[in-house]
């Protein structure tokens, strides 16, 4: 079931994708200046030191637009960077941390469980009563996973070369299997896990750990894309990340080697698409510049669904 799920979302996933992304484009290229985070737009900092004013009306306006527009797309990327760097995770006490951590050891047992977590929190000598201090409990055990295994995934990329020399269609399948791999030990209750992950209390939490997951392996391989392509390419690798974990549910091969090769085939679809892209770009500037731009200026016109 998870298996050809997996096979039919992905392929939906594009097609969805494909009609969001024209619409965007065409809203990018209608409104330049009004696309932008939420965060972007709330929190541009003042200016020191004021522009000088105009004699031409127009030119201060113009210029004044300009300015604010360079210091939103810098404030895009440094939040991007620092997103990063910051690598914010929940913070849990030292308590809490300890029964979290015993408690993944009793998971095969008794699930992903407010069960499993008094027994941890036995396991430590620490009263079962810490429980009740988890609002969300067994979700709280799910995301004390996640951001061990992020945590986990991070070092491997700092401290391993050989992943820095792939090129970034290897990087990211590479980078996604380590991930998965990660959580074969719990496989047979992870569907469990996505179905607490998935009740409404619970989706913010999971969509910001997922999106920290794919933004930590884009940068991984070396991703400096920006604007409408930097969320492309993070939606397209959540899609990915998402339909490889479902198919392995069912996974029965050896090793999970039908899992891995499912991920290389859709990690493959996703660059040869972008391939795609660039080469008729490629080709509409290259046309153009033969033919006064006329054209470059159609195909632009095509891209952004105004024809």
């Known amino acids: ?108 047992r008794l699930g992903w469980t407010e069960t499993a977590m008094i027994t941890g929190a036995r396991d430590v000598g620490v009263s079962p009563s810490i429980v009740g201090s988890f609002p969300r409990k067994e979700a709280a055990l799910v995301e004390y996973f996640m951001d061990e295994c992020l945590e986990r995934l991070i070092n491997i990329i700092e401290s391993r070369n050989d992943l820095k020399n792939l090129i970034p269609s290897e990087g990211v399948a590479k980078l996604v299997r380590i991930r998965l791999e990660m959580q074969t030990a719990y496989i047979s209750k992870w569907p469990q896990a996505l179905s607490i992950q998935a009740q409404p209390l619970n989706v913010p939490t999971s969509f910001k750990q997922r999106a920290m997951l794919v933004d930590e392996i884009w940068h991984a391989v070396g991703d400096d894309a920006n604007e409408i392509d930097w ?24 090793d999970f080697r039908d899992t891995w090769e499912f991920l290389d085939a859709r990690t493959k679809d996703a660059f040869d698409l972008k391939k795609t892209a660039q080469e008729a770009q490629r080709l509409a500037e290259a046309v153009g510049a033969g033919m006064g731009g006329s054209l470059q200026g159609f195909m632009k016109r095509v891209v952004t669904g105004r024809i």
């Open 231 to 254: 969320y492309v390419k993070r939606t397209v690798l959540g899609g990915i990340y998402s339909t490889t974990e479902l198919y392995m549910l069912t996974d029965s091969s050896p």
């Open 1 to 108: 079931m998870y298996r050809s799920a997996a096979k039919r979302l992905l392929p939906a996933f594009y097609r969805r994708h494909q009609d969001a992304i024209s619409s965007i484009r065409t809203l990018a290229a209608d409104r330049p200046t009004r696309f932008m985070t939420s965060a972007a737009t709330g929190n541009i900092p003042d200016q020191k030191n004021p522009i000088p004013p105009s004699s031409n009306p127009t030119d201060s306006t113009a210029s004044s637009s300009w300015k604010e527009e360079e210091r939103t797309r810098y404030q895009e990327t440094d939040e991007k960077s620092s997103s990063r760097t910051k690598r914010p995770k929940a913070h849990y006490k030292d308590e809490e941390a300890r029964v979290l951590s015993a408690s993944l050891c009793h998971v095969l």
